[in-house]
C-alpha cells in the first residue's frame, strides 16, 4: 500500500512538473507559425522599406538641395512636412482603420510611400523654382503614407496574429532602427547606379513591389464589434494625457539630439562628418539589439517601472553626455570626444523602452477604461495617437532644439531636456501612486478581477 502511494505521489509530481515546463515554454518562446510569420515579415518589410526611403534622404537631398540654392531653413521645411504628414493623418487614420480595414489602408499608404519616391526622382528634373514645392508635396505624401502604414501595420498583426504585443512592437521597431541603418547605405549603392533620381526610382519599385503582395497576401479581417467611441473619449483618460505628453517629449528629445549632437561633435573635437556617419550607424544598431530584450520585458509584465527607469537613467545620460555645465565641479569645463560618443550610442536603450513600452500602456488604459478588447477601433486609436504624439515631437524638436542649441548651447540643451524629462517621470509617478490609492485599474485585467 505504501509502495502504491508513494508511486501515485512520484507520478503526480512529475505531472506537475511537466506542466511547469510547458508553461515555461509557451513563455520564454512565442508562437512562430508560417501564417503569423509571413504578415509579421510582409508588414515590417513594407514599414522598413519607408523608412529606408526616408533615411536615404538625409545624407543625399541637403546635396542637391542647397546645388539647386535653398537655404538650410527651406531644407528644414522639406524634411519637417514629412513629420507634419504623420502628425496629421496619424489620428484621422487611427479613426478609420476599423471601417477601412488594415488590408486597405495598408494598401493605399505603401502606394502613397511608392508615388512619393518616384515623385522625388521625377522633380530631380524639375525646374530651380518649382524644385521646393515639389519636394514638400513628395514628402508630404510619404509621411502619410508612412502613418497609414504604421497604424494599419499594428493593428493587423495585433488583430490576426498570436503574437504578445512586446514582441510585435520589438520586431517592428528593431527593423526601423535597422531601416535607419540600410537606408542610406543602400542609398549609395543605388545613386552609384543610377543618380540621385534613380535611386528614389528603386526605392519606389521596391515599395511598389511589396503593395502587390500585400493586395495577394493580407487578411481582409473586420471588426465584429462596433464602437461609437473617438479621439474626444481618449483625450478624458488622464492616463492617455500622460503617454501621449510622454510620447511627445521622448520624439522632442531625441529630435532635438540628432540635429544638434553632429555639429557639436565636429565643432568641438573637430571629427569628420564619416566619424559621425559611423556613430551613427553603431547607435542605430544598439537602438535595433535592445529592441528584442525590450520587447521581452514587457511580455514579462514590466512597463511602467522600465519606462520610469529608462528615463531616469537616461537624465543622467543627457547630464554627462555635454558634459553639463551643473557638473562642472567634476569635469571643469572639459569635454571629451570617447565619453561622448559611447553616451549617445548608450542613450538607445532607453530610447527602444521610450518607444516601445508607452504602447502597451496606452492599450491597457485605453481597455480598462472601457475600450473594447481584441478591437481594430482600439488598435488603430491608440497607434494613431502615439503616432500622432511622435510626430508632433519631431516637428518641434528640430525647431526649439536649435533654438536652445543657439542660444545656450549643447551642454545646457541636453541639460533642460533632461529635467523636463524627469518631470514627466515625476507626473507618472504621481499618476501611478494615484491610481493605487484610488484603486483604479490599468490594464482590463485588473479590472475584471475587480468585477469578481
Request: aromatic share 12%; net charge neutral.
Amino acid at each position: 500500500m505504501d509502495m502504491e502511494e508513494t508511486r501515485e505521489e512520484e507520478i503526480e509530481e512529475s505531472t506537475k512538473l511537466i506542466s511547469r515546463a510547458k508553461s515555461i515554454k509557451e513563455k520564454w518562446q512565442p508562437n512562430w507559425n508560417r501564417r503569423d510569420m509571413s504578415l509579421l515579415v510582409l508588414v515590417v518589410l513594407a514599414q522598413g522599406g519607408s523608412v529606408c526611403s526616408d533615411s536615404f534622404l538625409y545624407p543625399f537631398f541637403p546635396e542637391e538641395a542647397l546645388r539647386r540654392g535653398l537655404t538650410q531653413t527651406y531644407i528644414g521645411v522639406v524634411f519637417s512636412s514629412y513629420e507634419m504628414a504623420r502628425f496629421v493623418t496619424s489620428p484621422i487614420a487611427g479613426s478609420l482603420v476599423a471601417k477601412t480595414t488594415p488590408k486597405t489602408m495598408s494598401i493605399i499608404g505603401g502606394a502613397l510611400a511608392s508615388l512619393s519616391c518616384v515623385l522625388l526622382g521625377l522633380f530631380y528634373y524639375v525646374d530651380d523654382r518649382l524644385f521646393f514645392p515639389c519636394n514638400v508635396v513628395a514628402r508630404l505624401l510619404g509621411g502619410s503614407g508612412m502613418s497609414m502604414l504604421a497604424v494599419s501595420g499594428l493593428s493587423l498583426l495585433f488583430k490576426a496574429t498570436n503574437y504578445k504585443a512586446g514582441t510585435i512592437l520589438s520586431v517592428v521597431e528593431g527593423t526601423i532602427g535597422g531601416a535607419y541603418i540600410l537606408g542610406p547605405a543602400t542609398g549609395i549603392v543605388f545613386k552609384q547606379i543610377g543618380g540621385y533620381a534613380g535611386a528614389c526610382y528603386i526605392f519606389g519599385i521596391f515599395i511598389g513591389v511589396l503593395v502587390l503582395l500585400q493586395i495577394f497576401m493580407l487578411p481582409n479581417i473586420e471588426d465584429t464589434i462596433k464602437s461609437s467611441k473617438s479621439y474626444f473619449h481618449l483625450v478624458k483618460v488622464p492616463g492617455l494625457v500622460l503617454m501621449f505628453i510622454y510620447c511627445f517629449v521622448n520624439t522632442f528629445g531625441m529630435s532635438s539630439r540628432l540635429v544638434t549632437i553632429p555639429t557639436f561633435i565636429m565643432l568641438t573635437f573637430g571629427v569628420t562628418s564619416s566619424d559621425i556617419g559611423v556613430i551613427l550607424c553603431i547607435s542605430n544598431t544598439v537602438y535595433m539589439l535592445s529592441s528584442p530584450f525590450i520587447g521581452w520585458m514587457m511580455n514579462q509584465g514590466y512597463i511602467y517601472s522600465i519606462m520610469i527607469g529608462g528615463w531616469i537613467s537616461q537624465f543622467f545620460l543627457l547630464l554627462f553626455i555635454g558634459p553639463s555645465p551643473l557638473l562642472d565641479y567634476i569635469f571643469h569645463g572639459q569635454k571629451y570626444f570617447l565619453s561622448c560618443a559611447i553616451l549617445w550610442c548608450s542613450l538607445q536603450v532607453s530610447q527602444a523602452v521610450a518607444f516601445l513600452a508607452p504602447f502597451k500602456a496606452s492599450l491597457n488604459l485605453a481597455e480598462a477604461t472601457g475600450y473594447e478588447r481584441n478591437s481594430l477601433h482600439t488598435y488603430g486609436m491608440i497607434a494613431g495617437m502615439i503616432n500622432c504624439a511622435q510626430g508632433l515631437g519631431s516637428i518641434v524638436g528640430p525647431v526649439g532644439g536649435g533654438a536652445i542649441y543657439e542660444a545656450l548651447g549643447f551642454p545646457w540643451m541636453m541639460t533642460i531636456i533632461g529635467f523636463i524629462q524627469l518631470g514627466v517621470v515625476a507626473l507618472m509617478i504621481v499618476f501611478l501612486l494615484g491610481m493605487r490609492a484610488t484603486n483604479q485599474p490599468l490594464t482590463s485585467r485588473e479590472l475584471t478581477n475587480q468585477s469578481e
